[in-house]
């Protein structure tokens, strides 16, 4: 049985930083992606970021992130983190970690194409 699970949420001051991390049991994912998404209060779940290791461990973020996220896979291709600087109060969201074995590129930002999710782990950033 495959299991995600995240850590590292938390709150903080807007402009401050947190480190997220996701450690998946049960397999890895060599061929496919694990990824970030965020669920806000009344709003859909969005891509945040991605690695996709079918194509070499290159990674895929959002436009909203861009420049000041940064995430990274274990070797064992099992792991992912997220390091999130200059974090803003609209960063604030429960983020989920998701993962699919055989997911293709132009599906990457697709929550619905992820077969595997953690449970979540908020982050709230505020003054």
């Known amino acids: 049985q495959v299991q995600l699970v995240e850590s590292g949420g938390g709150s903080v001051q807007p402009g401050g930083s947190l480190r997220l991390s996701c450690a998946a049991s049960g397999r890895t994912f060599s061929s496919g992606s694990m990824a970030w998404f965020r669920q806000a209060p009344g709003k859909q779940r969005e891509f945040v970021a991605a690695?996709?290791?079918?194509?070499?461990?290159?990674?895929y973020y959002a436009d909203a992130v861009k420049g000041r996220f940064t995430v990274s896979g274990g070797a064992a291709k099992n792991t992912i983190d997220l390091q999130m600087k200059s974090l803003k109060p609209e960063d604030t969201a429960v983020y989920y970690c998701?993962?699919?074995?055989?997911?293709?590129?132009?599906?990457?930002?697709?929550?619905?194409?992820?077969?595997?999710w953690g449970l979540g782990t908020q982050v709230t950033v505020s003054s």
């Open positions: 998701a993962a699919d074995a055989s997911i293709i590129l132009s599906s990457l930002r697709q929550a619905e194409q992820y077969d595997y």
């Open positions: 690695i996709n290791w079918r194509s070499g461990g290159r990674s």
